[in-house]
């Protein structure tokens, strides 16, 4: 039985603006109040964990004991299947020091054509989402989701955040960065994740 969560109020953990408002967006509904640990001025803790699932618990976990509060954290990232699972829990640093995603898609367009993979099938990608909730006391609760596309190029659309320009979702004929933020939040790897967390953890 997974422990519920009692409060109104929880902190987002994570200093990245795209994925605050998603989560606000996601949680607003059950009337839960979020504040970001860049809100709340928590330095980033160094993420050592070699999954998604380590890292987003490293995470919480910080946040969690730092606030005295619990915390909502999530590893995620683009794994490529030509490209051995890469970019994977190195999503935000292929990115480089400046957090720029235009450099990173760069980088995996240019990691694609050298491996020769310059068919749709040869494209296949998933992103990968693992959301943990925390308590200060050290309690995790982690549930991973899991959505599956193609690798586009040249990137298309200017919503969303990461690489959702050049992920073309499985039935889709187009990228997260052209959806509606709305069409995407309902269907995205942290949507399915939450939509595991929400009953498990919210009596909402």
């Given at each position: 039985m997974?422990?519920?969560?009692e409060?109104?109020?929880l902190?987002?953990?994570?200093?990245?603006p795209?994925?605050?408002v998603?989560?606000a967006a996601?949680?607003?509904?059950l009337?839960?109040?979020?504040?970001?640990?860049g809100?709340l001025?928590?330095p980033?803790?160094?993420?050592?964990?070699?999954?998604?699932?380590?890292?987003?618990?490293?995470k919480?976990l910080?946040?969690?004991?730092?606030?005295?509060?619990p915390?909502?954290?999530?590893?995620?990232?683009?794994?490529?299947e030509?490209?051995n699972?890469d970019?994977g829990i190195y999503?935000?640093?292929?990115?480089?020091?400046?957090?720029?995603?235009n450099?990173?898609?760069?980088r995996?367009?240019?990691?694609?054509?050298?491996?020769?993979?310059?068919?749709p099938?040869a494209?296949r990608?998933?992103?990968?989402?693992?959301?943990t909730?925390?308590?200060p006391?050290?309690?995790?609760?982690t549930?991973e989701?899991?959505?599956?596309?193609?690798v586009?190029?040249?990137?298309?659309?200017n919503?969303?955040f990461?690489?959702d320009?050049?992920?073309l979702?499985?039935?889709y004929?187009?990228?997260?960065?052209e959806m509606?933020?709305?069409a995407k939040?309902?269907?995205s790897?942290r949507?399915r994740?939450?939509a595991?967390l929400?009953?498990?953890c919210?009596?909402?």
């Amino acid at each position: 039985m997974a422990r519920k969560f009692e409060g109104t109020r929880l902190v987002v953990a994570t200093h990245n603006p795209g994925k605050v408002v998603e989560f606000a967006a996601l949680l607003a509904p059950l009337g839960i109040e979020t504040v970001s640990a860049g809100e709340l001025g928590l330095p980033e803790p160094e993420e050592t964990g070699v999954t998604f699932r380590e890292n987003a618990e490293i995470k919480a976990l910080a946040s969690a004991r730092a606030a005295e509060l619990p915390a909502l954290s999530d590893d995620s990232g683009l794994v490529v299947e030509a490209l051995n699972g890469d970019p994977g829990i190195y999503s935000a640093r292929w990115a480089g020091a400046t957090k720029d995603f235009n450099i990173a898609m760069q980088r995996v367009e240019e990691a694609l054509q050298a491996a020769g993979a310059t068919t749709p099938d040869a494209r296949r990608a998933h992103f990968v989402a693992a959301l943990t909730l925390a308590w200060p006391d050290g309690h995790c609760e982690t549930f991973e989701g899991i959505f599956e596309g193609t690798v586009v190029s040249p990137p298309r659309g200017n919503n969303g955040f990461g690489y959702d320009p050049m992920f073309l979702p499985d039935g889709y004929d187009i990228t997260c960065g052209e959806m509606d933020p709305d069409a995407k939040h309902a269907i995205s790897h942290r949507a399915r994740a939450l939509a595991q967390l929400l009953p498990a953890c919210f009596d909402r």
